[in-house]
């Protein structure tokens, strides 16, 4: 798959993918965190969201100004050591709201300067002629390194913070963080099953249940505050890897105005040609803001569901998707089998086949087994389902590029924009999942939970959610892949780096728009929250759809 490719795109793939380990590390706890933490209601979360990824989005178009004036590898170094630094400064457990403030801040710059740069890095190496046919795979491929760092991260954030807590004689509890903060504000109702839930925790240990409170939620800090430290060591492994093998990828860290210069074979656009690519452009972006205001649920109303609504004990064979080893075991039985079955692959691929199903099969059973004997008794985090979507997009982003390919081969492959638009439709649907979990469950509102820990006592089955990640997957390999290819495409030469920077900046307003979110959320019924995403999916779709002829030929002429 990747032996075609210029080594260039190995370099910035695990670059790519080590800045994305730390960054989904955060997104996972960044909700609990604050919530269990410092106490605060879905609604001010959903401010410090929407506001920090606003931010994380919205600075790489100054990023992407600045390197096209001093160039990009340059920007994308200095990006890394701002996130280094702003990750660490998150790692420091017991600071103030305003010193947590100010680290998410350097984060946001160091993002900024480093996100929208490294594409357009990665799209220079493609500029050659004889790469220039494997662009948008190149894209793709790329992507996967993105999800396969944001798989991993959900289970290094909960295993650090678990372990903490073991080590001080506490276990993970969803209801406990919301029931500790209301108990030491005196807005707890039910504060005897409160009592219930620490004793049977500490046994003879338990003294208070001021004491358990303070005790329980410093440690739980503790807990998050060593996963913003593991998001910080990745990013240093990202940096090395990006200094390291420069020379794979120099010759594409170049300036177009330089280009200009020194090869008179390129040829530059003409104003009016310019002024259309930029337009085609803008509407694009427009659109997609409302991908993201969808989609950044994942790390906000989506891990409050899966926290206040969705079954935390779960029976063997599901605990088997929330377990890395079993997990990656699941993987290797897949992977083993595409060897095995596929004609393709020859016999040293078969032999490594039989190896990873043989072995992915016993760690299964092994697993299984000690979760059998359990029973339904078998702990899930609500980080973890954060881990669905990236898995989903590695293993459905070969099966969404064999379709286009065929459709490619029939002369029917959709257009980026018409992709963009069909991914609209398809997130629309997958929102439809959640209203209909809530509506067959009768699920009550977030309101009604406010004083009684924020835990319903109807709690819903785990694959609802897996569901819902799963559509919202497909709608991503439609138009987050499409769109970053497309943006490269297109963007005119001489302003790549702005125009990426473009791209983040609608992504920024929909995550703004994300966080606005979480006020509807608390105030209204689920259904009616999620109807909200379905009708502002379904409509950008149906924009992207009307604009289509026009898009194709403003980029065309």
């Known amino acids: 798959m990747l032996k075609e490719h210029p080594k260039g795109l190995i370099v910035l793939f695990f670059s790519n993918m080590g800045e994305r380990f730390g960054y989904y590390t955060m997104m996972a706890i960044f909700t609990l965190y604050f919530e269990g933490t410092f106490g605060l209601s879905i609604s001010n979360v959903g401010i410090i969201w929407g506001a920090f990824l606003f931010s994380i989005y919205f600075i790489p178009l100054f990023g992407g ?54 594409v357009v890095i990665l799209g220079n190496l493609y500029e050659e002629q004889k790469f220039k046919k494997m662009h948008d795979a190149a894209f793709n491929i790329y992507y ?65 249940l001021a004491d358990f409170s303070n005790q329980y939620i410093a440690s739980l800090g503790r807990g998050y505050n060593a996963g913003f430290a593991i998001a910080s060591v990745s990013i240093i492994i990202s940096l090395l890897i990006f200094l390291v093998f420069k020379k794979y990828y120099k010759h594409a860290d170049y300036l177009q105005k330089d280009k200009l210069k020194s090869d008179e074979t390129v040829v530059d656009l003409t104003p009016q040609q310019t002024r259309n690519r930029i337009f085609a452009l803008i509407m694009v972006f427009s659109v997609v803001i409302f991908f993201w205001m969808a989609f950044h649920q994942n790390g906000l109303i ?49 032999i490594i086949g039989i190896v990873l199903a043989a072995a992915g099969t016993l760690v299964i059973s092994w697993r299984y087994g000690i979760f059998k004997g359990i029973g339904d008794g078998n702990p899930i985090s609500p980080e973890l389902f954060q881990s669905f979507n990236p898995i989903f997009v590695v293993f459905l982003t070969p099966v969404i590029l064999g379709i286009f390919a065929f459709l490619r081969s029939k002369g029917k492959e959709p257009s980026s924009p018409m992709k963009i ?137």
């Open 302 to 350: 989506l891990t409050v569901f899966a926290k206040n609504y969705t079954a935390g004990n779960v029976g063997p064979i599901t605990k088997l998707l929330f377990d890395l080893p079993a997990f990656l075991s699941i993987i290797a039985v897949i992977m083993g089998l595409i060897f095995l079955l596929m004609k393709r692959f020859g016999g040293k691929a078969k």
């Open 144 to 208: 996967m390194g993105i999800n396969i760092g944001a798989f991993l991260s959900p289970f290094a954030a909960t295993g650090i913070r678990n372990f903490l807590l073991k080590g001080d004689g506490f276990i993970y509890n969803a209801k406990i963080p919301g029931m500790a903060n209301q108990f030491l504000k005196g807005t707890l109702e039910n504060v005897a099953e409160y009592e219930t839930i620490a004793r049977n925790m500490l046994g003879g240990a338990f003294t208070n």
């Open 65 to 118: 100004m600045l390197a096209d004036k001093v160039g990009y590898g340059k920007i994308v170094a200095a990006g890394i050591v701002f996130m280094f630094v702003g990750y660490g400064m998150m790692a420091v457990p017991g600071q103030t709201r305003l010193f947590v403030f100010t680290s998410l801040f350097v984060i946001a710059l160091g993002t900024g300067l480093f996100k929208g740069n490294l």
């Open 421 to 557: 638009g069909i991914g609209m439709f398809i997130m629309g649907i997958g929102w439809l999942i959640l209203i209909s979990a809530s509506i067959s469950h009768n699920l009550a509102s977030p309101a009604d939970l406010v004083t009684k820990g924020g835990v319903s006592s109807i709690l819903v089955s785990p694959y609802w959610l897996i569901s819902m990640y799963f559509g919202m997957t497909i709608a991503e390999l439609f138009i987050s892949p499409m769109g970053l290819a497309y943006v490269a495409k297109v963007s005119p030469p001489k302003i790549r780096g702005t125009m990426q920077g473009g791209w983040l900046a609608a992504t920024a307003i929909g995550n703004l728009l994300s966080g606005v979110m979480a006020t509807p959320y608390a105030k209204l019924e689920l259904w009616q929250c999620y109807s909200i995403l379905v009708v502002t999916s379904c409509l950008a779709g149906g924009i992207m759809f009307a604009m289509l002829k026009k898009l194709n030929k403003l980029v065309e002429s």
